[in-house]
Nanobody, 120 residues
Framework: QVQVVESGGGLVQAGESLRLSCAAS????????MGWYRQAPGKQRELVAI???????TYGNSAKGRFTISSDNAKNTVFLQMNVLKPEDTAVYYC??????????????WGQGTQVTVSS
């Protein structure tokens, strides 16, 4: 069974940077893409960034211009470089994987989340 595990969260001051990592492990037929969502207290989960297996990227409005998503397909790992962090970036960041299992069924896997806190 496929799992994704996030790392790299923490507490930083406004204007600083953080790099999140997410590694997928286990057996899967095909990964279509991986990415990041976030959820702040009292708010809905929102898209941060997604990268397809071919390298195509999609960013949420809050991430454009400050965050960069990248991947190492050989290691089934995705990264999120977050620069110029703001207090409003404070949230739990969840890694997400979309793919196909060996029976060709679509699967969506979520990590347990990593806390990012930005102090002003």
């Amino acid at each position: 069974q496929v799992q994704v595990v996030e790392s790299g969260g923490g507490l930083v001051q406004a204007g600083e940077s953080l790099r999140l990592s997410c590694a997928a492990s286990g057996s899967i037929f095909k990964i279509n893409g991986m990415g990041w969502y976030r959820q702040a207290p009292g708010k809905q989960r929102e898209l941060v960034a997604i990268i397809s297996i071919s390298g195509e990227t999609t960013y949420g409005n809050s991430a454009k211009g400050r965050f960069t998503i990248s991947s190492d397909n050989a290691k089934n790992t995705v990264f999120l470089q977050m620069n110029v962090l703001k207090p409003e970036d404070t949230a739990v960041y969840y890694c997400y994987l979309n793919g196909r299992d060996w029976d060709n069924s679509l699967i969506n896997i979520w990590g347990q989340g990593t806390q990012v806190t930005v102090s002003s």
